[in-house]
């Protein structure tokens, strides 16, 4: 996330925009612009996903300066449920995009569009057929659209103004299809899709060895690209390269790895082996990863980004916490915001410790964060 947002009034409205109309140019040199940026934390949204078949996700969100937490925080606001599997939640600009998958063979599956500040739906986009859902799984952001994955194969494209689906991409080719997409992330002008393919009853590498290319200036798909199989998990620094995590898929009892790829030739150009991981977090130069759930030990490592090897357990995760679901790191202070199966939310500061922590509903996953901000005219 940039931690400036530039725009202009679009009318004078008040005496004070009128002030800065009238002196936003200089011998068509200078230009005054009104600067938006971060000064705080206000707030941690949580999103809980439930458990499968009761409908239950939730969204927890936590004040800050008044250390009060409120479970379905969602509820609350819209008077309403979440929804059945809750998977994703990500921020782009004001808005906040929550991915509520469902379950097969029941309309349940849409992506829930809020504002950022009060929690408050914008909309719903839905992701469903009259009797069936898609079943929606994570969101990435490049350029004011929003890239949905599905289990069906296809990625939807939606217009990030008008919060509508403009374009899909079906990714299905034949036997050697598509199948059961998870993460995505964007790099170099491209999107990276995982192909997991772990809900077809038929185990073939063909299915689940893939990462899937797609130029996001034409929207359509330039390559695959051969990895472990099961790839669930990835993550994009910001020189380019993306890792991903592949999953043990309990047949062929095959090796979890951490893979790394480089968006510049679309290679895989490192490769560690026996990694068992389960939650992956990237934002700058900060990268951490949690051992698989069902770890007996709890471990939550960093990632060397120059040699990309697991590297120093920095954080003190101790056992007690339960095992962590999902991690997410706030741009803004480096935090680490670390969802436990115990139905809590600890924040760890950069030192490794504990700053606090918080309830959540079940099994919490991904948080987004409410920020404060200041503002002030800056000239360019």
Known sequence: MNFKNYFKPAIAITFAVAVFFSSCKK??????????EITGTKGIYVLNEGSWGNANSTLSYYDIEKKTVVADFYKQVNGTALGETANDLKVYGSKMYCVVSGTQGKPQSFVDVMNVATGKTIRRISFNSNNDGYMPRYIAFYK???YVSRYDGIISRIDTASLSIDAELQLKNGADNAAALEGLAVANGKLYVTNS???NPIYSN???SKVTVIDL?????????EVGN????????ENGDLYVITWNDWVTFNEPTLIRISSATDLVVQTENNTDLGAINIVKDQAWATKDI???VPIIKSINLSTGKLDKTLINYEASFGSPYGITINPFDNSLVVAS???KAFVFGQDGKVKYSFETGINPQHAAFNYSYKYEYKIF
């Open 230 to 237: 099961n790839p669930v998990r990835i993550a994009a620094t």
């Open 27 to 36: 011998n068509n040199e200078e230009e005054k612009i009104l600067v938006r």
């Open 197 to 199: 393919a772990h809900t």
């Open 341 to 343: 199966m115990n139905n």
């Open 217 to 225: 200036t034409t929207f359509t798909k330039n390559k695959d690209i």
């Open 144 to 146: 004011n659209k929003a």
């Open 294 to 296: 069902y770890n007996s």
């Open 206 to 208: 063909s299915l689940k």
